[in-house]
């Protein structure tokens, strides 16, 4: 038997939910149900008091030991890290054996970028296939905690797919809202089979987002937006995984794709408590990168402002991040400023060629991942990351999540939905500059050789001199 159980639990008596804004800093009880600061409409952190009781050394063991062992909460990548986490011992788990998910060197991407290596961290290869899962599994299990009989949230279909799975095993009800024809077919598909109460809004993400913080106003329903600080906490568990995965090597450069903004703010939260804790003694510098056409971070960053303003109709092909107004973007902005990092925003053609690349590694994700990647060739190439820099891209949502999206790419008939009065259908198209079409071959063992020969000469295989 393993001892992994000595160690002192920080929750739920040191744990508080803790309010944002300067200005207020109010502090409430773990298990109050608040999704906002009741006083001032702040977001809310979870403060955990007593994760200091435990040295840097002793946590690095015993996170270590448990990956050899078989106990669910173990086995999980996400509840490995409990003395990070505001739930007791004896929390009834809500769990898929969320996490573990891989680091993988990306050679052609590299090349890509212009940097000598560059590292993926692959949260697509989570439960059902996207990051979200590492924040379900703690939301869900707060859910249970409290008792909630229903849990919703809006999405633009992988939180979805994620809520429903959870739901499924901790037998809740489960309401997912999401924009009515604007989320992959895919991820419908997955919240259809794991039995969730799928609910098409006419209108966009953020007007299902203001519904459903309507509606969790009333007593037996949970909102599990990443507006939920149990999210945040169980996200935040990847800035563990990723650090003990590389020996506890702070990278350079950690960059991330820029949606609502909880995935940035969990992993600023991460790396700071991983620092204050002593397991790591300086932060790496957490950039965001969105989407041109749904940037409102992005401009609010390069701007003079202290506030976002938000974009009403939001468009972008990598539907996972067509958001206008994120709700934890002050969260978000603190971690990059904190970290010195940046916020930039890159095109379609870009978001969809650095795709292409990505797959080229053999690793592929679905777009809004490949932002990332996008966004870090830029970086090296404006200065702010170093050819020799230590980089991890995280890319967020597996590739089968969105196959009309890589389809229609590499038979160049992917298309802006930009539809200015002065553009043309041509202009809206996305030049398949690194696509890889299916040829149509006769059943003949000669036809087929023909094809290959084809292939090569159109594909050359090495990308690496890109
Ligand atoms: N990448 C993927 C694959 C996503 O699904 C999302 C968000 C993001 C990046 C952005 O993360 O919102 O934390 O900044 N998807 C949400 C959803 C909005 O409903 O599935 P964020």
Redesign the pocket.
Known sequence: MIETEKLQSVAPEGAWQVCIDPACGARFEINERFYVCPGCGGLLDVALESATDTGPDRLREVWTKRLASFEPNDRSGVWRYRELLPFAADAPIVTLAEGNTPLYAAPVAAAYCGLEALTLKHQ?CNPTG???DTGMTTAVTQAVILGARTVV??????????LAAYAARAKLQCAIL?PRGQ?SHN?LAQSLDYGAAVLELDGN?DDAMRVIRELAEDASIYLV??INPFRIEG?KTVAAELLHQRGWRVPDHVV???????????FGKGFKELKDLGLIDSLPQLS?VQAEGAAPFSALFGSEADVLTPIEHPQTL?T??K?GA?V?WKK?LRAVLESDGRVLSVSEQEIADAKAIIGRDGVG?????A?TVAGIRRLVANGFIGPNADVVAVL??HIL?DTDYAINYHQDKLFTHDRAPDKTKEDRRIAGTYSNPPARVKATKAAILEGLRRHEQEHPGDLLHL
Do not use: D, M, R
């Open positions: 697509g996207s990051f979200k949230c809006a999405s633009t279909g992988n939180t979805a797919a994620s999401v989320i991820k993400f937006n990443s996200q991330v794709p820029g949606g609502n903004l909880g995935n940035s703010s969990a965001v990598a996972a991040i958001i994120p934890s978000a994700c679905e777009p809004a991942s932002t967020t949502g999540k």
